[in-house]
């Protein structure tokens, strides 16, 4: 079956470093890959998403690239703030009908310190 | 337009007791989703509806039970809880395309 795999945390980094959350998947065909962010006590925010294979999704600051021929979609970005604490989940989707829903991978907690 | 809308955000329940989360979205999306995140676990699907009247098992089904009346409303049933359903719960939704919505979420404690 899908399964989606990411660096497990807490990542703690330091203000204006430079981020990055390795995410790996395995499915068949051509999955819809996503990042959410989870802030604290708050449900899950899509940040990114791209649904074919080079896409590249961005938002705030943030930058994945889907990479077919390593199954990646690492998230990235190059100066973090304190705002972007956070717990990032990636994702992937199955495209066409049939069974909904998304695998998650189990999500990395971003600690970052001023 | 409130997107997705979770009731309650809280609750503590017994073990054997029923209950019902609700969830509800004003985007008229066909496709709807409940979720349980836990600890080290990620999120795990539990049952998903692509329209009204049609329901579809996920990752982690037992004990829940869910239907699909309308488009607007996916509630689901917990019918004896037991402690290893303690876990908070999201319901999401989508439209034709493929980014889900996530409501707030629902935190249930079985005792």
């Known amino acids: 079956g899908d399964s989606v795999t990411q660096m497990e945390g807490p990542v703690t980094l330091s203000e204006e470093a430079f981020l990055t959350i390795n995410c790996t998947y395995t499915?068949?065909?051509?999955?819809?890959l996503f990042w959410y962010v989870q802030y604290p006590g708050e449900g899950l925010q899509l940040l990114l998403k791209?649904?074919?294979?080079?896409d590249k999704g961005s938002n705030k600051g943030f930058e994945a690239t889907y990479r077919k021929e390593t199954t990646s979609f690492h998230l990235e970005k190059g100066s973090v703030q304190v705002s972007d604490s956070a717990v990032y989940f990636c994702?992937?989707?199955?495209?066409?009908?049939?069974?909904?829903?998304?695998?998650f991978g189990k999500g990395t907690h971003l600690i970052i310190q001023p | 337009n409130a997107g997705v809308t979770q009731t309650p955000k809280f609750q503590v329940l017994k073990t054997g007791q029923s209950m019902t989360l609700q969830c509800a979205q004003d985007?008229?999306?066909?496709?709807m989703s409940w979720y349980r995140q836990d600890p080290g676990m990620g999120l795990r699907l539990i049952h998903y509806?692509?329209?009204?009247?049609?329901?579809d098992q996920g990752e982690v089904p037992n004990g829940y039970n869910v239907s699909r009346s309308t488009t607007e409303d996916f509630p689901l049933r917990l019918l004896s809880a037991a402690p290893s359903q303690t876990s908070v719960y999201f319901c999401a939704s989508r439209g034709g395309g493929k980014t889900q919505y996530f409501g707030p979420g629902t935190r249930l404690l079985v005792l």
């Open positions: 499915a068949t065909g051509y999955p819809s």
């Open positions: 985007m008229n999306h066909e496709y």
């Open positions: 994702a992937l989707s199955h495209s066409g009908g049939g069974a909904d829903g998304l695998t």
């Open positions: 791209a649904t074919k294979a080079d």
């Open positions: 509806s692509v329209g009204a009247g049609i329901t």
